[in-house]
């Protein structure tokens, strides 16, 4: 039987030296998009533009007891589709498209059955939602129920709000020509910082700004992937691990001048991994992080994982590619999915998205710091127990952003 996803990674901090203080190295910075735009900006949601606080800085994660909200969930949907709505599949095996269901106002019940959802269908759209709409805050509050908020190492936020991920790219066709100067494709197949040791489940995506054409967002069904191997080399690959790196994230953002928020780390997980609502197995390796089969020599480990990576972005029978529209939330299961941008357009429109990436319940110590922190604290009041259904209090401590 496959390790189960809750079980067996493990992970491995690695702490660089740090520059000493008062050298201009920690001394902190912050970038701000809508300073560069101006007031005459023409993004659709200003206060979504990326901050980057090169202050910020959070300590390792902790290992915790995995929850999902999906395992208790009703199998009838009545609570998530309800009168009115409209479910369509995008391909036999892969993706859906909902109309008439407002994620925002689903009760706990409905909550549960997106989960779920997500997990059997892998990838599911949403249109005319009004997450972007709402305070950013209450748009984590909701995906706040499906687990504690990761917040990225390198990428930019709402300033205030560093658990929002964004994804953002404007008139800067040059970044597309000097990608395809070295490469003959866009795509870039991963699951989100699977360098974490426990990493995401249920995500959420959702469009500010996009380009009128271009710019979609592809899957690749991982479960289905595995499905489709010979019955000897699915024995084979049980009981193989596979690293994980974040490290090649942090230095691309350094060399970019970007941030850094926390030590890089290197996690191990099983190349076959058990999903624990719907108990089907699927392969977890993606391009974006992992590195090395463990117990493999090199040329054994690049050739096995060579081909399992070509294998995953070659099942065009097993992927969906999502087109963005205004008011679109798209929700997928990171722990069976691999996905990809397609950066396929050059008329300087604005790409621009938020993602909340929700991991299961455990509580953030503390903040450590090795730079300048500003002593304006901002506590956020959550809520978890030990319970899978609901929440009770728990408070993660954050350093409020910094001015240069």
Excluded: C
Aim: charged share 25%.
């Amino acid at each position: 039987m496959a390790p189960s996803i809750a079980q067996t990674s493990t992970a491995e901090v690695v702490v660089p030296v740090k520059a000493a203080p008062g050298t201009t190295e920690t001394k902190a910075r912050v970038r701000r998009i809508i300073d560069e735009e101006g007031e005459n900006t023409t993004a659709s949601y200003p206060n979504y533009l990326p901050v980057y606080d090169y202050g910020e800085e959070y300590p390792p994660l902790e290992p915790f007891t995995h929850v999902d909200h999906g395992k208790d969930a009703d199998h009838s949907f009545k609570d998530l589709l309800t009168e009115g709505s409209k479910i369509q599949k995008l391909t036999p095996t892969t993706g859906s498209e909902v109309t008439g269901v407002q994620l925002s106002k689903l009760t706990a019940a409905g909550k549960d059955q997106l989960a779920l959802l997500v997990a059997q269908r892998k990838v599911v759209a949403f249109r005319d939602q009004d997450l972007a709409d709402l305070p950013i805050q209450e748009a984590l509050d909701f995906g706040g129920y499906f687990g504690r908020h990761h917040i990225h190492p390198t990428s930019g936020a709402p300033e205030g709000y560093p658990e929002i991920h964004l994804v953002h790219r404007k008139d800067n066709a040059w970044e597309f020509d000097e990608y395809l100067a070295t490469k003959n494709s866009s795509v870039a197949w991963h699951s989100d910082v699977t360098y974490e040791q426990q990493p995401p489940g249920t995500t959420f995506l959702y469009v500010l700004d996009s380009p009128e054409v271009g710019g979609d967002t592809a899957f690749v069904n991982q479960v289905e992937a595995y499905n489709r191997l010979s019955p000897a080399l699915k024995e084979r690959l049980h009981g193989l691990k596979a690293v994980h790196s974040g490290f090649e994230q942090a230095e691309f953002s350094l060399k970019r001048g970007g941030v850094d928020r926390r030590e890089p780390v290197k996690s191990e997980h099983p190349l076959v991994r058990t999903h624990p609502v719907t108990g089907e197995k699927a392969l977890f390796v993606n391009s974006g992080f992992t590195r090395s089969i463990v117990g493999l020599k090199k040329e054994e480990s690049d050739a096995l994982l060579g081909f399992l990576l070509a294998h995953v972005g070659r099942g065009i029978d097993y992927q969906a590619r999502i087109r963005w529209a205004p008011k679109t939330v798209v929700v997928w299961d990171n722990r069976v999915t691999a996905h990809s941008a397609i950066i396929d357009w050059t008329t300087g429109e604005r790409r621009h998205l938020a993602r909340i990436t929700p991991r299961p319940n455990a509580l953030m110590r503390h903040l450590t710091s090795h730079r300048r922190v500003n002593p304006r604290l901002k506590l956020l009041l959550d809520t978890y127990s030990n319970n899978s259904r609901e929440y009770r209090v728990h408070i993660i401590v954050l350093a409020s952003f910094q001015q240069a």
